[in-house]
């Protein structure tokens, strides 16, 4: 079955735009989640949604980061005024009812590179 | 707040040899681990978990790896290692109370299997 896929797979955007990024999550998956991990680090957790509603979003940076997933499948990471900082992969997970014991299938990632 | 430490950036080693790589979280109270991989190309994938019970725990091309309360270590060992193995090892830990995974993880160990 068709795991969790991501686009763009690559994005190039200048310092100040406005980039969203899309998360598929396997088909039945409650709970999805979005990591950010930049060079020489592990993924760092942003938010976790579970259905609709973002269930904790504690690790957005900054209000520039926001996330949707309006009908509780398809999410979008989308990110205002980019910095050259924001540079780094991001990286999406869902899992089937986001419990504790839940494997996370992480999907291929997004590469955001801000000039 | 929960952290992780994987002391081993970069591990060579030769076919067949014995593989033990570190890792240490800073928690007092209940957690969950996990060891992560990601082969070159590849997305990132879960290759064993810690909950409860038998803290030897086996996961899944022969690996295994034991949770120590007492030294909050949940090294990663194999007892001989094969080329196909080499890829990037991330050690992570959930110590949210929560109800729902939020991981925590290691900037990663790169592991290089020499044929």
């Known amino acids: 079955g068709a795991g969790v896929s991501q686009t763009p797979s690559n994005k190039v955007t200048e310092k100040g735009k406005y980039v969203e990024l899309r998360c598929d999550p396997i088909?039945?998956?409650?709970?999805l989640y979005w990591y950010r991990q930049s060079l020489g680090q592990g993924p760092e957790f942003l938010i976790y949604?579970?259905?609709?509603?973002?269930?904790?979003d504690s690790g957005l940076p900054n209000d520039r980061f926001f996330a949707v997933r309006p009908e509780g499948s398809v999410s979008t990471l989308k990110i205002q005024r980019t910095e050259r900082g924001d540079s780094a992969m991001y990286l999406c997970a869902s899992s089937l009812q986001g419990r504790l014991n839940d494997e996370q299938f992480f999907g291929p990632g997004t590469r955001l590179t801000v000039l | 707040a929960q952290s992780v430490s994987q002391h081993n950036h970069h591990v060579i080693l030769s076919e067949a040899a014995s593989l033990e790589l570190g890792c240490n979280y800073s928690y007092g109270g209940t957690v969950n681990l996990f060891w992560y991989v990601q082969y070159p190309g590849q997305h990132l994938q879960l290759l064993l978990k810690?909950?409860?019970?038998?803290?030897l725990v086996k996961g899944i091309k022969g690996f295994e790896a034991e949770f120590i309360k007492s030294k909050f270590s949940f090294n990663l060992r194999k007892p001989s290692v094969q080329w196909s193995d080499t890829a990037e090892y991330f050690c992570?830990?959930?110590?949210?109370?929560?109800?729902?995974?939020?991981?925590?993880f290691g900037t990663g160990t790169k592991l290089q299997v020499i044929p």
């Open positions: 992570a830990v959930n110590a949210h109370s929560g109800g729902y995974q939020k991981v925590t």
């Open positions: 949604f579970q259905g609709t509603g973002a269930a904790d």
């Open positions: 088909s039945g998956h409650t709970a």
């Open positions: 810690y909950f409860s019970g038998d803290p």
